[in-house]
């Protein structure tokens, strides 16, 4: 073997060095990234528990406004009921069965064959609360609605109802159609 040279250990030095400098900079770079894995992973499950509670609050807050809502339909539908109910009772009044009156409630608006006939703008039926007919035709149609309702765009859909052949209820006792009589209009009737 031959006697090293000064060239030869120091260019075998140097390539130590060399060695050493690389892995101790990849035991950085590894260091680094895993310690930006460590911090993203922290970061990510600080995020996580951000959103899970926030989502949670978010959550419980729709949950709430949509049981309000409920709450408020189910408060509207036992008021409609009972309004409805009330006018019912007055219609009987009015409109005794003695004397040849028959009311009927929540009819659909048919054409002339008996099919129920749709707003051509909403493709939507219409039903009217109370109809009062008397000798085969209707005499008077009655919707019953609270005080502060706004029945514009119902009136106009029963009238392009109307307008498209809607102009006839079924008699349920006798199941033959009945028309509504000339010039008679929906009467909006409001109750607290």
């Keep these: 073997m031959e006697p090293l040279t ?3 250990i120091a260019e075998a030095a140097a390539r130590k060095a060399l060695a050493e400098a690389t892995v101790a900079q990849g035991i950085r770079e590894v260091a680094a990234e895993t310690a930006e894995t460590i911090i993203g992973e922290q970061g990510l499950l600080q995020q996580l528990e951000t959103i899970r509670f926030d989502s949670i609050e978010s ?3 729709r949950n709430e406004t949509a049981l309000k809502e409920l709450s408020q339909i ?8 009972a309004r409805e109910e009330a006018a019912a009772s007055e219609l009987m009044d009015q409109y ?6 028959h009311i009927e409630r929540e009819c659909f608006l048919r054409d002339e064959t ?6 051509p703008d909403t493709g939507e039926s219409r039903r009217i609360d109370f109809e009062i007919t008397k000798d085969g035709e209707i005499v008077k149609s009655v919707e019953v609605t609270s005080e502060t309702a706004d029945k514009t765009a119902q009136l106009a859909k029963e009238e392009r109802v109307r307008d498209a052949g809607g102009n006839y209820i079924v008699d349920r006792r006798t199941g033959e159609l009945v028309r509504f009589a000339p010039d008679v209009k929906t009467e909006v009737v409001r109750r607290a």
């Excluded at 189910?74 to 009921?81: C, D, L």
């Design 6 to 8: 000064a060239t030869a």
């Design 114 to 119: 008996g099919k129920i006939t749709v707003d």
């Design 59 to 61: 959550l419980a807050a």
């Design 74 to 81: 189910e408060a509207n539908r036992v008021s409609g009921a």
């Design 96 to 101: 005794p069965p003695e004397d040849g009156y």
